[in-house]
């Protein structure tokens, strides 16, 4: 998809495709058929320029034909670089710009909670945007509110727009931050299905408190030459490379 439109953000994509997988694939309780069950548990990818792997994941859970990704990022394509609400089935918000998706999760969340329903609602993050008082605005109040229906999911690979996370803005100790705003955390490899199915499906963590899940992953995850390069946040794959990476993650 992202090497026909010559469009960015393959190692993000790669990146939280894990992550994705589980929950389309085990955790959330989403029918593509209905997908606007008002007891659907709600994702709001945050990171939303990783959306390749988002559309991806939504057409082989079966929300829309897979000849849609076709027309991602392409000209009158109904596919968006970044994801955008209503475009097809499934998304729930239009994300994009850092540090928004917490806060609308943590609405989510709270309307459930007021409304007595019983969906839950899962926000997948980059690091690098929780360098934004935004997120940390949000936290505190989940944390303030007891929210546990609000599931934080972090893709820590641990580089972001313009250098490693250490360097431009260090996280750590990131668990112990989000612990301090009242949040319940847990460390997983976010490349282990099984680790982080186990993870999600014990949620919430502690009664009374929203979870987060640090994920541990790797920028360009499976393709040798895109790993942990900062490059391929916005470089796009020539045919070529597209050719050996496809191979690769054979």
């Not at 998809?1 to 309780?29: C, T």
Request: net charge negative.
């Amino acid at each position: 998809m992202i090497s026909a439109s010559r469009s960015s953000h393959v190692g993000a994509a790669l990146s939280a495709v894990d992550i994705l997988v589980a929950l389309y694939f085990s955790e959330l309780k989403v029918n593509p058929k209905s997908p606007h069950d008002p007891e659907r548990d709600r994702f709001i990818l945050s990171k939303g320029h990783g959306c390749s792997a988002l559309y991806a994941s939504l057409a082989l859970r079966g929300f829309f034909n897979e000849s849609v990704l076709d027309t991602y990022c392409a000209d009158d394509g109904v596919l968006p670089g970044h994801v955008t609400l209503r475009c097809v089935p499934g998304i729930e918000a239009s994300t994009g710009s850092l540090g928004h998706g917490l806060p609308i999760g943590v609405g989510m969340a709270l309307a459930a909670r007021l409304d007595s329903r019983a969906y839950r609602t899962f926000v997948v993050m980059g690091d690098g945007e929780c360098d934004e008082g935004s997120v940390w605005e949000a936290a505190m109040f989940a944390g303030q509110k007891g929210l546990d229906n609000l599931i934080a999911i972090i893709d820590y690979n641990k580089i972001q727009a313009f250098g490693r996370t250490s360097d431009v803005l260090d996280l750590e100790p990131f668990a112990k931050k989000w612990e301090s705003f009242g949040w319940a955390a847990i460390e997983v490899d976010g490349h282990s299905i099984s680790a982080l199915c186990k993870a999600l499906g014990s949620v919430p963590f502690e009664k009374g408190k929203p979870s987060v899940v640090i994920a541990h992953t790797i920028k360009g995850k499976g393709v040798s030459f895109m790993e942990n390069r900062l490059e391929w946040h916005y470089k796009s794959p020539k045919p070529e490379e597209e050719e050996r990476a496809l191979e690769e993650l054979k």
